[in-house]
């Protein structure tokens, strides 16, 4: 499991940000061993950063199964 997706900024990386990295990691482990999810939860970082809004988290949610889905059918 590659937590890929950071859960420490509010900034939402692109697709191909992370599809970069899932085909990095491919240089060591076979893509069909990878899964791809945040870096962790959300919960240890709501109080210490009140910008990342549960619209936020959703859209970097929404991130990780649209580079899945682009990743994996590739």
Known sequence: ????????????ESVDEIIGRLKDATAHIPAEQLALSTQCGFASMVDA???LTEDVQAAKLDL?????TAFWKA
């Open 1 to 12: 499991m590659l937590g890929l997706v950071s859960t420490k900024t509010t900034r939402v």
């Open 49 to 51: 950063h009140p910008d």
């Open 64 to 68: 990780v199964a649209e580079a899945a």
